[in-house]
């Protein structure tokens, strides 16, 4: 039961959960648990990212060459592999989150008519 | 596909990294290590499963499972070292056969010619049209002017002979190839001298000839190398000729290049000289023409010339065809079919250990189920089956290699001589991709029905283990191999042609016998001999020394010799009927001694051969052919006959009586139709070549060198060829059906052996696989005999099966050998019984031990087997 569950939410978040990163790193140069902190946080908490889904999707988004990663120290001294934002990924991220307000806002439409019908 | 080389333990030490990260968060916010560590856990989830989907991802499964099919293969081909071999040794023998002839295509037909757009050479020839067929001659010097000067076609165009001349003045005489030709060639084949100059059309005239260009190999063993050769003199046939010129080394006209090139001399009378054919004529297409569009072109010019010259161009034709084509002509047909051939026999080869692989791979339907029930994929077990098939081909591809390159060794050192090109064959670039290809072809094609068969099985009916797949899989090579033995029995039947026809072919007459007769051809130099009479008086010389030779017992002079390949044609007048000029027949014209016809064993049929008395200035006398007497004189009445002869063109005319008629010689060889021919007295035609036959009891070959010196005595710029023996040269005059035959038979023999050893083994299988029912019969009562015939019929119902469906593919496939064969029908009803018959007494004999071997199987032993 719980693990249905778990695979819907993913195969729903699955374009979201690219598009989270991609602006979660917008503000400079970060690491997976510190991705998956920033997206929680921002969210107000929100939303649940399990944290083991996100490591393919920051696979996939470096293989498209909209994110790159090195590995760096943390804050906190401790080893970590970082992943920064290119120059497509931007451009990326700016077409996703047109896409995504267009989405959201006819999705918005629709549900909006029909409470008020 | 190399996407990413980022190696998993990165990605894992990445994924720890960030556990710690994320527990001393947690920690910072008040949990408990433990619970901070339990708690991180928890957010991530299954760790294994994001490495796998890691793994998964990185585009390294393939080849990762790639190496470990590689690794399982080997493991299992060496595990079976047996079959391995067999395996490996079959393929070999087929993919190697198929290098070996692709090799042979490939530098024969192929490889371009190494002139610069070699496909732009085109051969230009009159032909001759007669009952329907076409045949392509030389043509004369007027016509080539005209052909060059109006066509639209041809970029340029030069006309050429070849002829063979001594070099004289520098010690013994030496026979030297040469190219005699207009100064188009250069041009034509875009080929200029390295050193000096070429000629140019104002010295092909009469006087102005003497020059010549020589070829690198020439300048080299001649002059060192040394530039200084350009303005020498070299004599050619006692005749002065100026170096001005030495080609590039890798220049060779034609294919198998010459020594030196030498402008033709054209006389004042050339252009009466239309009925003159002597010379070959190549042309170069101008750029975006077709060999089509310049053959309209040149219909519509010879159209014109036979319109205006009907009496010397009426009958003629012309016709361009590229020059590639035209120097394989005969070949080509050959090879394909020895091409179809091999391919055949790797067929069988691949059927062969598709067997092997079907039989070991019902042996393994456990192991296979066991995997598919762990999870393997069908695609999974697919691909190890191919890998396996692949692996098997490659170690036979390279094993093949070896066979090729042994073969084709035997075949530049015992094939024919006049296939152009056959001795620069060898395994190059080419040749290895196309091996690489067969190798990887077999192996898809004989991995083909194992890999269906192991991705059909379903699991649980074969961890049950029933016996309805075996039964499939006896199906399956029970089919492959009808078809080995169909396949068989038509290469069998191919060859099986070609052998009849070879037979045929020797057990002709050619004519007369050259059995212990030593030919050996001597050209003098014309300057040397003022006039008729000294050259009759050379010959009575030489003759007379001859005859001194030991164990000689008569010597004769001919020319041209028959099965030399060299021969001359004539028109001719019959005085007694009126013929106008252009329906004048013609026939063949040969010069010979008085004795020859008794030295070469030639029958008199009527009236006498010639005599000593049939001299200079004796009554001019001629023998005729019984065919020519058959043709030209079908009411008997030749005996008496004056004719005239001699080409109609510039050619002095002569004339003759004739006197007898003599029986037929196969003279353009024993597979080529018998020409109508007349001969004439050597002494009575002045001239300055001729071949001596030299009869001798015991051995002749050992008088040639003996020969040879006695003739330089005389005349030391005489050019004395190659004493050869008769028979060698009949021999010879077969070569090519022989090495055709010979592959072909090679081949098929190939192909039984293949199809015996696929046979033996399906028997020898099903009698293992039905070891427990034979020992039932036995218990039963069921006799050896009884045992013997159930298992022989077993396997003779394939191989009928077999037979039947290859004599028809035999009958529809063979028809591709039509040009090959001489007297015998492509259908020939007792080749086929013969062949069906042989190969049924093979099948017998491969089916024969595994039979035996289950009538001597002990029941007890047999019932208890599992």
């Avoid at chain 1, 080893?79 to 497509?88: D, E, P, Q, V």
């Avoid at chain 2, 190399?2 to 190696?7: D, G, M, V």
């Avoid at chain 2, 598709?354 to 019902?362: D, E, F």
């Avoid at chain 2, 030399?564 to 007048?573: L, Q, T």
Wanted: glycine residues 8%; charged residues 20%.
């Amino acid at each position: 039961m719980s693990t249905q569950e778990a695979r819907e939410r993913l195969e729903l978040l699955q374009g979201t959960l690219d598009l989270l990163i991609l602006r979660t790193l917008i503000f400079g140069s970060q690491h997976g648990q510190g991705i998956a902190r920033a997206i929680q946080q921002s969210s107000d908490e929100e939303l649940l990212v399990e944290h083991g889904a996100l490591y393919p999707a920051l696979q996939r988004l470096e293989e498209r060459g909209w994110i790159s990663a090195k590995w760096g120290t943390s804050s906190n001294n401790r080893k970590a592999r970082f992943y920064s934002l290119t120059a497509a990924g931007r451009k990326q991220l700016v077409k996703e989150t047109t896409k995504w307000k267009r989405f959201a806002t006819a999705i918005g439409r629709i549900l909006g008519h029909e409470a008020e019908g | 596909m190399f996407r990413r080389k980022r190696k998993m333990s990165d990605f894992s030490a990445e994924i720890e990294a960030h556990m710690k990260l994320e527990s001393e968060h947690l920690h910072e916010q008040g949990l408990s290590e433990q619970e901070a560590r339990a708690a991180s856990r928890r957010a991530f989830g299954n760790v294994m499963q994001a490495e796998e989907r890691f793994y998964e991802s990185s585009g390294w499964v393939w080849w990762d499972q790639l190496c470990q099919d590689v690794r399982f293969g080997l493991r299992m081909l060496a595990k079976n070292p047996g079959f391995t071999s067999i395996a490996v040794l079959t393929l070999a023998l087929g993919i190697g056969a198929n290098t070996t002839i692709f090799s042979v295509i490939e530098a024969v037909l192929l490889r371009p010619l190494s002139y610069n757009n070699a496909d732009q050479l085109v051969s230009v020839a009159s032909t001759w049209d007669r009952n329907g067929v076409t045949t392509p001659y030389s043509s004369s010097p007027p016509d080539f002017f005209d052909w060059r000067d109006q066509n639209r076609s041809f970029s340029s165009m030069f006309a050429y002979h070849m002829s063979a001349r001594a070099l004289t003045g520098r010690g013994d005489a030496k026979r030297l190839h040469i190219v005699v030709t207009t100064a188009g060639m250069f041009s034509t084949l875009q080929a200029y001298p390295i050193i000096g100059r070429e000629f140019v059309a104002a010295e092909n005239r009469k006087g102005a000839d003497h020059l010549a260009v020589l070829s690198y190999g020439f300048w080299q063993a001649e002059f060192g190398g040394l530039r200084d050769a350009i303005g020498k003199t070299i004599e050619l046939d006692s005749e002065p000729y100026t170096i001005i010129g030495v080609m590039p080394h890798d220049f060779r006209f034609p294919v198998q290049g010459s020594d030196i090139y030498v402008p033709i001399g054209f006389d004042d009378k050339v252009m009466t000289q239309r009925g003159a054919h002597y010379l070959r004529v190549l042309g170069r297409l101008k750029p975006e023409v077709s060999v089509a569009q310049a053959n309209e072109d040149l219909r519509a010019i010879m159209s014109e010339l036979r319109r205006l010259y009907p009496d010397k161009d009426g009958k003629w034709g012309l016709q361009g065809e590229l020059w590639s084509r035209v120097l394989v002509g005969d070949v080509r047909p050959a090879l394909l079919v020895l091409l179809g051939a091999v391919g055949l026999v790797a067929l069988i080869a691949c059927a062969n250990v598709s067997n092997l692989l079907l039989a070991r791979a019902t042996a393994r339907q456990r192991e296979l189920a066991m995997r598919r029930a762990l999870g393997a994929g069908r695609l999974r077990l697919v691909r190890q089956v191919l890998t396996e098939g692949l692996l098997l081909a490659i170690f036979a591809g390279a094993a093949s290699l070896l066979l090729a390159h042994w073969a084709l060794l035997a075949i530049v050192r015992f094939g024919p001589k006049d296939i152009p090109r056959l001795a620069s064959v060898g395994l190059d670039t080419t040749v290895l991709v196309f091996s690489l290809g067969v190798s990887v072809a077999s192996a898809l094609l004989l991995a083909l029905l194992p890999a269906l068969r192991s991705s059909g099985t379903s699991v649980s009916g074969l961890l049950r283990m029933s016996g309805s797949s075996s039964l499939n899989a006896g199906r399956a090579r029970s089919a492959l191999l009808v078809t080995e033995v169909a396949i068989s029995m038509t290469l069998l039947a191919g060859a099986g042609l070609l052998v009849r026809s070879f037979v045929g072919l020797r057990s002709l007459s050619p004519g007369f016998d050259p059995k212990d007769v030593l030919t050996l051809d001597v050209s003098v130099p014309d300057a040397h001999y003022k006039n008729s009479l000294a050259l009759e008086s050379y010959w009575d010389q030489a003759l007379a020394k001859l005859r001194t030779l030991p164990g000689v017992t008569s010597v004769d002079a001919v020319t041209p010799l028959p099965l030399s390949g060299d021969d001359f044609s004539s028109s001719f007048r019959i005085e007694s009927r009126n013929i106008p000029d252009k329906d004048e027949p013609s026939a063949e014209l040969r010069w010979a001694t008085p004795n020859c016809f008794q030295t070469l064993g030639i029958r008199l049929r009527q009236g006498r051969t010639f005599t000593d008395a049939d001299r200079l200035g004796g009554l001019r006398v001629l023998l005729i052919s019984e065919t020519a007497a058959r043709m030209f004189f079908p009411k008997g009445d030749a005996i008496g006959q004056k004719l005239h002869f001699g080409a109609s063109g510039g050619y002095e005319r002569n004339e003759g009586e004739i006197v007898g008629i003599v029986g037929d010689v196969r003279h353009f060889g024993l597979d080529a139709p018998i020409a109508p021919t007349f001969y004439v007295p050597l002494s009575q035609a002045g001239m300055d070549n001729a071949t001596f036959v030299v009869r001798a009891q015991g051995s002749p070959a050992a008088l040639g060198q003996s020969a040879r010196k006695l003739i330089q005595e005389i005349d030391r710029d005489a050019l004395v060829g190659e004493p050869l023996l008769f028979e060698t040269l009949l021999a010879n005059s077969l070569g090519q059906r022989r090495f055709y035959m010979l592959l072909l038979g090679a081949f098929a023999v190939l192909a039984l052996v293949l199809t015996a050893v696929g046979l033996y083994g399906v028997i020898s299988y099903s009698v293992a696989q039905r070891t427990q029912e034979i020992g039932i019969r036995v218990a039963m009562g069921a006799g050896r005999w009884q045992i013997l015939s159930m298992v022989l019929n077993n396997g003779l119902r394939l191989a009928l099966v077999g037979a039947a469906a290859g004599q028809v593919m035999a009958l529809m496939l063979n028809r591709a050998l039509k040009g090959l064969l001489v007297g015998v029908s492509t259908t020939d009803p007792s080749t086929l019984l013969v062949t069906a018959t042989v190969l049924l007494m093979v099948a017998i004999v491969a089916c024969y031990a595994p039979a035996w071997h289950a009538t001597r199987m002990d029941p007890s032993v047999a019932l208890r087997f599992e």
